[in-house]
Nanobody
Framework: QVRVMESGGGSVQAGESLTLSCTIS????????MGWFRQAPGNERVGIAS???????TYTDSVRGRFTISFDDAKNTLYLQMNNLTFEDTAVYYC?????????????????WGQGTQVTVNP
């Protein structure tokens, strides 16, 4: 059984940085890998970054150049380094492992969600 758990959210001022972490167990890194998603109030859950087994990364336009996704094999932990945060980045952030059926991002399906971690950016 795949289990994921996010941490690292919080409340910051615009322009500041945060790093989210996601520990995973019971998962074998597939070609689609893992991803970070976010859901703002009243909106759908959308993908923002993903990383494959070969460490190829994909970003949505709104975060490219500001966010960096990475995976530490030794710690079985997925990270999302978020720099220059804006009010529009406020959301609950989720990590997910690839699986079908699921939310589509970067041509892959993702499911196996964690409980999410709240990121609030104050303008």
């Amino acid at each position: 059984q795949v289990r994921v758990m996010e941490s690292g959210g919080g409340s910051v001022q615009a322009g500041e940085s945060l790093t989210l972490s996601c520990t995973i167990s019971g998962y074998t890194f597939s070609s689609c890998g893992m991803g970070w998603f976010r859901q703002a109030p009243g909106n759908e859950r959308v993908g923002i970054a993903s990383i494959t087994a070969s460490r190829r990364t994909t970003y949505t336009d709104s975060v490219r150049g500001r966010f960096t996704i990475s995976f530490d094999d030794a710690k079985n932990t997925l990270y999302l380094q978020m720099n220059n945060l804006t009010f529009e980045d406020t959301a609950v952030y989720y990590c997910a492992a690839s699986g079908f059926p699921g939310v589509v991002f970067g041509g892959c399906n993702f499911k196996n969600w964690g409980q999410g971690t709240q990121v609030t950016v104050n303008p």
